[in-house]
């Protein structure tokens, strides 16, 4: 293998560890960032380092932002009276480019997964009991996690541990997609949609 200056080596090293990243993409993108403008790499530096030092986790919901408190979960605007689950910081991103939901949020850190590890001790379930216990003002739980297999099981368990509780917990409506072909649906998705289904 083909030996680099030290500063490549170390940042491809550096690149390499980002999801979806391999030794030849982190290779190629070191490259792109050596033909950039020197100033322009300082910015990128800098916005990285600031990163860093400047974005929190929100200790009530466990999203990303700069205060000890997200600008969600100060936002007075808010129905308090709903929580929705979220796998990961970036999926509340996703809900709220939709603006059908103004409620509060509560990121799990992930979904159980016992062969990599992930056990309900590993997840923020025991916050999110404590949350629920503690505010009678909450009447729903929105479980809005991947419909995939390790995401149902996260969703029975939540299900279960949380229905002693006595609030509402609900989970995200599926079905198909705008623009799909009932030829290529899976029966899962059909059935669900069958279920799902509302007047026209």
């Known amino acids: 293998m083909r030996r680099f200056p030290e500063p490549i080596a170390n940042c491809v090293a550096a690149f390499a560890r980002l999801p979806g990243v391999g030794p030849k993409t982190a290779l ?53 009276t709903v929580v929705c689950v979220v796998e990961e910081s970036r999926d509340i991103a996703t809900i709220e480019s939709t603006g059908a939901y103004r409620g509060l949020y509560l990121v799990l850190g992930g979904i159980l997964n016992p062969i990599e590890g992930v056990m309900p001790e590993t997840l923020r379930i025991a916050d999110l009991e404590q949350r629920v216990a503690s505010d009678t003002g909450i009447n729903e739980i929105i479980l809005a996690l991947s419909p995939t297999v390790a995401g149902e099981t996260t969703m029975m368990y939540l299900g279960k541990r949380l229905s002693p509780l006595g609030r509402r917990v609900t989970r995200l409506a599926r ?21 799902g289904r509302r007047d026209a």
């Not at 623009?179 to 069958?194: F, H, R």
């Open 175 to 195: 079905g198909l997609p705008m623009g799909a072909s009932l030829e290529y649906a899976d029966e899962v998705t059909l059935g669900d949609a069958l279920k």
């Open 28 to 80: 190629r993108f070191v490259y792109y960032l050596l033909k950039l403008p020197k100033g322009d790499l300082s910015v990128m530096a800098g916005a990285i380092v600031k990163l860093g030092e400047r974005v929190k986790v929100c200790g009530k919901c466990f999203c990303y932002g700069e205060a000890d408190t997200c600008d969600i979960c100060s936002d007075g605007r808010r129905d308090k």
